[in-house]
């Protein structure tokens, strides 16, 4: 017997794979502010610290920099800038498609309370302990982090994937593909 759990099921899945890959060129602004200006101002912070630092010859004081709250606060960034997207939806436009998306909005509102409680006590726990002397604290601190930063961009992503523009984008391309995929067989017997 094959076990299997996951919060978003097979059909779910298939369906937000559909609409990313429909509106893949919409998809990729997605990133720039929610993980490309974030990371490259923690690594501008870095490089500052090596400019101007007088301790700058300390490797630990470059992973304090990085563990300082400010990963977790991508994660939390991520998932507050996706809220507008959980419940707003025409359901009646979501018929016509053939989908109704409420379950799965629902479990998304959910895994983005958890993740930003997760990353609200991460971040506090990171301010308060901040900074940290134990490699290994640092280490775990660290994989947390990124962790925290790849789980909140799974769920964001997903959020921001609900949008009516794409699902009705992604409707629109099925059905034009499949009128071309049909249209090319039509008097042909």
């Not at 097979?10 to 974030?38: G, Q």
């Not at 947390?144 to 984008?169: C, D, K, P, T």
């Amino acid at each position: 017997m094959k076990f299997k759990f996951a919060i978003i099921n097979t059909a779910e899945r298939v369906f937000l794979n559909d609409i990313e890959e429909h509106n893949h060129d919409n998809n990729s602004l997605w990133k720039l502010p929610n993980l490309i200006i974030p990371i490259a101002t923690i690594i501008l912070a870095l490089i500052c610290y090596l400019a101007f630092s007088e301790n700058r010859f300390t490797s630990i004081n470059y992973f304090n920099l990085i563990i300082n709250g400010s990963l977790p606060l991508i994660a939390i960034n991520q998932i507050s800038s996706i809220g507008v997207y959980v419940f707003k939806y025409n359901s009646e436009q979501e018929k016509r498609y053939g989908h109704n998306t409420f379950m799965l909005r629902t479990k998304l509102f959910w895994l983005s309370i958890f993740t930003l409680v997760l990353g609200v006590i991460l971040f506090a726990f990171q301010v308060i302990t901040n900074p940290f002397d134990n490699w290994i604290l640092l280490i775990i601190m660290l994989i947390f982090s990124w962790g925290l930063i790849w789980f909140s961009s799974y769920v964001s992503r997903r959020v921001y994937l609900l949008q009516e523009n794409f699902i009705a984008a992604t409707y629109d391309r099925v059905i034009l593909d499949g009128v071309d995929e049909h249209g090319q067989n039509w008097g042909q017997n």
